[in-house]
């Protein structure tokens, strides 16, 4: 159903900008974001069952075999999709939300 081409290539470059990220003299703690939810089935070339069968379990994916946590930021607005005005892109909100999710996830609260 979906271009195998393209999970590829997005594993790869997410598989890269980890290890750029692990390698920094700051030596910071790496997670990956589950993405919010698409609002409408195709949005400016992101539809909703790409990011959900290809893009989230590549991320899912990826952090498990690097060994890091995920963020879960679909799940909080995925009954609020007011708070996606454009259909992918939080409002202030949205932002809100998301930013209390990492805090949580990041403080094991």
């Not at 890269?16 to 920094?24: C, G, I, N, P």
């Not at 910071?28 to 698409?38: A, D, K, N, R, Y």
């Not at 609020?80 to 202030?92: I, K, Q, V």
């Given at each position: 159903?979906?271009?195998?081409?393209?999970?590829?290539?997005?594993?790869?470059?997410?598989?890269?900008?980890?290890?750029?990220?692990?390698?920094?003299?700051?030596?910071?703690?790496?997670?990956?974001?589950?993405?919010?939810?698409?609002?409408?089935?195709?949005?400016?070339?992101?539809?909703?069952?790409?990011?959900?069968?290809?893009?989230t379990p590549a991320i899912a994916a990826v952090a498990r075999k690097e060994g890091l946590a995920t963020i879960d930021f679909y799940t909080p607005l995925a009954d609020r999709?007011?708070?996606?005005?454009?259909?992918?892109?939080?409002?202030?909100?949205?932002?809100?939300?998301?930013?209390?999710?990492?805090?949580?996830?990041?403080?094991?609260?």
């Amino acid at each position: 159903m979906f271009n195998t081409e393209f999970d590829k290539r997005f594993r790869e470059t997410l598989r890269e900008l980890v290890a750029h990220f692990r390698e920094l003299d700051s030596r910071p703690t790496v997670c990956l974001g589950i993405p919010v939810p698409v609002a409408l089935e195709r949005t400016r070339g992101i539809t909703a069952p790409k990011v959900r069968g290809v893009v989230t379990p590549a991320i899912a994916a990826v952090a498990r075999k690097e060994g890091l946590a995920t963020i879960d930021f679909y799940t909080p607005l995925a009954d609020r999709m007011e708070l996606l005005p454009d259909t992918f892109h939080p409002n202030a909100e949205g932002y809100r939300i998301m930013a209390e999710t990492a805090k949580r996830a990041i403080l094991g609260e």
